[in-house]
């Protein structure tokens, strides 16, 4: 696949991510996908799902906005932000009802037009202090 194919088929994961259209979000990867978020241990699919649907639980209205992609190889890194309401419990913290934009970065390794890698990082600090987890700096 060329990058500019692969880059468009990040974007798509991104945008099925939105739209929570599991069918073809869990479509885009390969069932034997190595996932890892944030510098935390591999999941596969099924615990990355999980986890999707956690932060779908907590997050409505989710929207990846493409600030920027970059693709060598098999490789696409896509800077984005990131944002959503905070309507549903997220690692203790209780509703909050406040609007949420962090920034972040997804890397896919893509074979045959699927992506069987994928790296996410994003601002959790960022996230805490918005939803009132914990107080910004003074």
Request: charged fraction near 20%; aromatic fraction near 10%; charge should be negative.
């Amino acid at each position: 696949m060329s990058t500019d194919t692969n880059k468009q088929k990040a974007r798509a994961f991104y945008e099925y991510s939105d739209k929570l259209d599991y069918a073809a979000w869990l479509a885009a990867m390969t069932p034997g996908v190595v996932v890892h978020a944030n510098g935390g241990d591999a999941m596969d699919r099924e615990q990355f799902e999980g986890m999707h649907r956690g932060m779908m639980d907590a997050f409505s209205n989710g929207r990846h906005i493409i600030d920027s992609q970059v693709a060598e190889g098999d490789w696409v890194a896509t800077r984005l932000t990131w944002t959503a309401m905070h309507v549903g419990d997220f690692n203790g913290v209780p509703a909050s009802n406040r609007p949420v934009r962090i920034a972040g970065a997804g890397y896919d390794r893509f074979k045959d037009g699927k992506i069987v890698e994928h790296q996410a990082h994003f601002d959790v600090m960022g996230l805490m202090i918005q939803i009132g987890a914990i107080p910004a700096a003074a």
